[in-house]
């Protein structure tokens, strides 16, 4: 059904993932339609698939950052402070500013500095205001890791296939938070929804089969020997 979903405009390619049922929610509609993926990739931004930003990166297929913000969406109210691992292209982590407000925050990791610095011209083309009131910033550290200085978090987005749920990341959620992260098994990789209650208790749910990048060093993301 994605594929039915490319478009020849943002709003084109927003409306077609509304109508194949894949944005339910508002603010996610919104927020896409206020982020224009034209900023953030320079090879057919509009088509529902992934494409690449450079440095073995790529930017996901739009459909799997609708569904993103469609299960982050309850964290990601007006206020929220939230943390994107594996900011790239920074497309996502504005998506999820434009839905956090102005009092929210929203921090980019990468460890390749030169998607970091990627990322800022991009914000600075589409929303250069989220910049400027650091309603978005962006760091280059591992992932992995998470980013500990803003913890905690009410929802955490990882954009490349982990290892493991990697325990940093969740003990950086807020209680109650949520993270959306694909892990490879060893098998495959699947998209897994961790959920932190009140209480702080942990659950985690499979939602779906995927095919993401490798959440690695950066050594051998640049191809290269550690």
């Not at 297929?61 to 982050?72: C, F, I, R």
Request: proline letters at 6%.
């Amino acid at each position: 059904m994605a594929w039915r979903c490319s478009g020849v405009s943002n709003a084109d390619l927003v409306s077609r993932l509304a109508r194949e049922g894949l944005i339910t929610t508002k603010a996610v509609e919104q927020a896409m339609l206020a982020v224009d993926r034209g900023n953030y990739s320079k090879f057919k931004p509009y088509e529902d698939s992934p494409q690449t930003i450079g440095y073995n990166a790529t930017i996901s297929a739009p459909h799997m950052h609708a569904a993103a913000l469609e299960s982050l969406s309850p964290f990601l109210f007006p206020g929220a402070k939230a943390l994107d691992v594996g900011s790239g292209s920074g497309y996502l982590t504005v998506c999820m500013a434009q839905m956090v407000g102005p009092q929210g925050k929203v921090v980019g990791v990468e460890h390749i500095p030169e998607l970091v610095e990627l990322a800022k011209q991009n914000t600075m083309k589409d929303h250069p205001e989220y910049m400027q009131e650091e309603r978005v910033t962006f760091h280059s550290t591992d992932g992995r890791a998470g980013y500990p200085t803003g913890a905690p978090y009410d929802c955490i987005h990882v954009g490349a296939a982990a290892e493991s749920l990697h325990a940093e990341l969740v003990s950086q959620l807020k209680a109650p938070g949520r993270m959306f992260i694909p892990v490879n098994d060893g098998i495959g990789q699947a998209i897994f929804v961790v959920d932190k209650d009140k209480d702080g208790g942990v659950t985690k749910k499979k939602t779906m089969d995927v095919w993401y990048v490798p959440l690695t060093d950066a050594n051998t993301q640049y191809g290269r020997e550690a």
